[in-house]
């Protein structure tokens, strides 16, 4: 069945370092892969996407890398600052039928100051 | 541009009471979707509309959950009987167009249930 995977389900690193958060997915007409940010109390917030015809893409400190023949994409934020705190969810769009989004069970990021 | 509107933002109900909670899409917006949100885990598809039809209800407690969107705008979500185990965030999100890759996601504030 349709499927999204994503690690750690926690992750806490010191401010300035580098953060990575893994997403796998099962269904391989999946072709639109979003990133949310979720703070406390708040509406997920996309911050990220990428395309299956795309490998990598990158937004100032955050950037999204894809293997589409694995099946699994990757949230990477550099230099972490302590306003990157929230719980991070991946999502793989289907390219056909009802174009579901299916979720992954997110990641919660503590960056430590 | 505004957001995606949902009221109200809390609601506390005891079980097998009935509960309403409403959405209004980003203007232009053809595909709404409601998803639940339970604690600690991802949002999960519970219906989503282009326009007015119904795309996808295969998650949705049929039995005691129901959703319409009239006139393909604003959308209303309605449980009943409610059960505890429905306590969770229900969310709202809405795109421009569901079947175009880059029309992403543009979720409400969001809908906090509890029953009790």
């Known amino acids: 069945g349709e499927n999204v995977e994503q690690h750690p389900s926690t992750l806490s690193v010191q401010e300035g370092d580098s953060a990575v958060i893994k997403c796998t997915y099962s269904?391989?007409?999946?072709?639109?892969f979003p990133w949310y940010k979720q703070e406390l109390g708040k509406r997920p917030q996309l911050i990220i996407d990428i395309r299956s015809n795309v490998g990598e893409k990158k937004d100032q400190r955050i950037a999204v890398t894809l293997n589409k023949t694995a099946k699994h994409f990757s949230l990477h934020i550099t230099e972490t600052q302590p306003e990157d705190s929230a719980v991070y969810f991946c999502?793989?769009?289907?390219?056909?039928?009802?174009?579901?989004?299916?979720f992954g069970t997110g990641t919660r990021l503590k960056v430590l100051a | 541009e505004a957001g995606v509107a949902q009221s109200p933002r809390y609601k506390i109900i005891e079980k097998r009471q009935s509960v309403a909670f409403w959405c209004n899409p980003i203007s232009g917006h053809a595909t709404l979707y409601w998803y639940q949100q339970i604690l600690g885990q991802g949002p999960k598809l519970l219906i989503q509309?282009?326009?007015?039809?119904?795309?996808?209800d295969s998650q949705l407690p049929k039995d005691r959950f129901s959703a319409e969107r009239l006139k393909g705008v604003d959308s209303t979500l309605k449980i009943q009987p409610a059960k505890l185990e429905d306590s969770a965030v229900y969310l709202c999100a809405s795109s421009l167009r569901g079947d175009r890759v880059n029309s992403p996601l543009h979720f409400g504030n969001g809908t906090r249930l509890t029953v009790t």
């Open positions: 999502a793989a769009r289907k390219s056909a039928g009802t174009y579901k989004y299916i």
């Open positions: 269904d391989s007409a999946s072709n639109y």
């Open positions: 509309f282009q326009n007015n039809g119904v795309v996808d």
